[in-house]
């Protein structure tokens, strides 16, 4: 018998199609219990493997740690020569299929779901009854975000497993909860840390096969990186007034839209470097206080902002944030004295200030104060606080933001100063941005790959792709990579109430496995609408094709 080194590309076509259509048909709505559907199918899929009857010990669960819905990590790999190794990972949640509307029950299902979406073909856009008529595209919820790429990555890892002396080793990690907090991805950096101690291995790059969106149709696109995601909270505390005495009072009201106004879609909040800009910051949510009605004004109002980040760090975005905070507050202060003056001119009174001074402290100066001022009374009572909020929130009474206000309320109600004042801080989830501009400069190999692939792409395919550094997504590479974890764990754990507590970050494991990233996956449209869709082409043929070559040219 002759040695087996190449891929039946054929059988890996067939395989991947029919992977697919059962994975996307097991239900796992992210953040939900049912995400547990897929460990029971991975571990039926897997053992029909002969490699891996062979290999038992090379495939299984990895319990995420501390996860409220008990969910695990699907991990298989390939043992092969040497000690490189390359990790595969997607995500296996998918988002809810509200908007499928009366065709809810086909969501899973994508021959019957085309040819019902063929027959209202008039009322989908140009762009879908093309793809519909043309047969190019596979519709579904899920098989382009994401089981067509995880589809792809584990028929591949089967075909290894068939091959004599494969070069290296390749891991496949599947994860849930990506669409929400990426507990999935969090939790797996600790299997990767035990893999890599126990096989002695050399981490050397991990892919992720997020479908890829083109503006060019006819070029593909690879995301060497992923965008980074803050979210600033702020919290205004005000001063209470009767509605007929509004000079008494400081609504905070005020304070946090003028904060709103000068933060949403501002750009010196988003970077840009190599040609990429982080896209502009966006409100998430805001409110006031009050629950009834009233004549009295709120007592506090708050909000928090999504800020997507390419090199900026947390620290230099919280401090311009303060900076906002404070020019916000004088603003507001500035443009109430006017109207008070005029106020005090109409009703014959002499002239006078409102008492009001601009102040803006983070999450830890506040909780210092009330410490300073009420030490184990209040300590425990926080302590006592969050392990109730840990408790609303997994039996989904309370969300994550409302939890986090929960905490800073509290933390009033020990402080002395009544006097107004904003806090800010940085509210879950935390995604770090990364992109391989640094192993690019110290690693040739790393330099090369994107050419490299995409020779190989117009060479195979006439199909030519374009690089990008930061896959604005946002994706579960962004936990692969940290350069000073110290640093960064000490600006989130001083600015993140919640942080250690109900979210964590295995910021030193990330910084011990950290390794360049690439997203390659196949081409598709309308992620999280009724219309997604991926490219059958990509799914079966180009894409696999491509991600074998770039295992190949990482290991060999
Ligand atoms: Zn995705």
């Known amino acids: 018998m002759t040695a087996n080194h190449n891929i039946n590309f054929e059988e890996l076509k067939s395989d991947i199609r029919d992977f697919l259509y059962s994975y996307i048909k097991v239900e796992s709505f992210s953040d939900t219990s049912n995400e547990k559907n897929i460990e029971n199918f991975f571990l039926s899929e897997m053992s029909k493997s002969d490699y891996f009857k062979a290999n038992p010990e090379h495939y299984g669960l990895y319990k995420i740690p501390n996860d409220y819905l008990d969910r695990c990590v699907c991990y298989a790999m390939v043992k092969g020569r040497g000690d490189d190794a390359v990790v595969l990972v997607h995500h296996y949640d998918v988002v809810p299929i509200e908007d499928f509307k009366n065709l809810k029950e086909l969501a899973f299902s994508p021959d019957e779901l085309r040819e019902s979406l063929l027959k209202v073909l008039d009322s989908m856009q140009d762009d879908v009854q093309k793809d519909l008529i043309d047969e190019t595209f596979m519709f579904g919820r899920g098989c382009a975000d994401m089981k067509g790429g995880g589809s792809i990555q584990y028929c591949l890892l089967k075909q290894y497993g068939k091959l004599d002396d494969f070069e290296g080793n390749v891991i496949v990690i599947g994860v849930p909860d990506e669409e929400n907090l990426s507990a999935g991805m ?37 995301s060497c990186g992923s965008i980074g995601k803050l979210m600033p909270f702020f919290y205004v505390r005000g001063f209470l007034a009767h509605c007929g005495k509004s000079f008494e009072g400081l609504n905070p009201v005020n304070v946090l839209s003028e904060i709103v106004r000068r933060t949403e879609a501002n750009m010196s909040l988003s970077d840009a470097t190599m040609g990429e800009c982080a896209p502009g910051a966006t409100w998430l949510y805001m409110k006031d206080s009050k629950v009834t009605y009233d004549v009295s004004m709120p007592l506090s109002a708050y909000g928090c902002l999504s800020v997507l980040t390419l090199t900026q760090t947390p620290e230099e975005l919280l401090s311009k944030v303060k900076t906002i905070c404070i020019e916000s507050f004088e603003k507001v202060i500035a443009d109430m004295n006017s109207s008070y003056k005029v106020f005090l001119e109409n009703t014959c009174q002499p002239c006078k200030e409102l008492p009001w001074k601009a102040k803006a402290v983070t999450f830890i100066q506040l909780f210092e104060e009330a410490k300073a001022a009420y030490g184990k009374t209040f300590t425990d009572k926080y302590e006592a606080l969050l392990v109730s909020l840990g408790k609303s929130m997994q039996e989904g009474e309370l969300s994550i933001i409302e939890c986090n206000f929960k905490l800073v309320e509290l933390i009033f109600d020990y402080v002395q100063d009544n006097s107004p004042c904003i806090v800010y ?123 074998d070559h770039a295992i190949r040219e990482i290991l060999g």
């Open 186 to 222: 969090r939790g797996a950096i600790g299997l990767l840390c035990d893999l890599k101690e126990k096989y002695n291995l050399n981490y050397k790059f991990m892919i992720n096969s997020e479908p890829h969106q083109r503006k060019d149709f006819s070029k593909g696109v690879f």
């Open 425 to 547: 801080g940085l509210i879950p989830p935390y995604y770090p941005s990364v992109s391989n501009i640094k192993y690019e400069a110290a690693d040739q190999k790393v330099a090369d790959l994107f050419d490299n692939l995409n020779a190989f792409s117009q060479s195979e395919f006439a199909l030519p792709y374009t690089k990008e550094y930061f896959y604005t997504g946002i994706s579960d590479l962004s936990y692969i990579q940290i350069e000073d974890p110290a640093s960064v764990r000490n600006a989130i754990e001083s600015s993140m109430p919640l942080f250690g507590k109900i979210y964590d970050v295995p910021f030193e494991k990330i910084h011990e496995i950290s390794m360049p990233c690439i997203n390659i996956g196949p081409w598709g449209k309308d992620f999280h609408k009724m219309t997604e869709r991926v490219n059958t082409e990509d799914l079966y043929i180009r894409t696999p094709k491509i991600l």
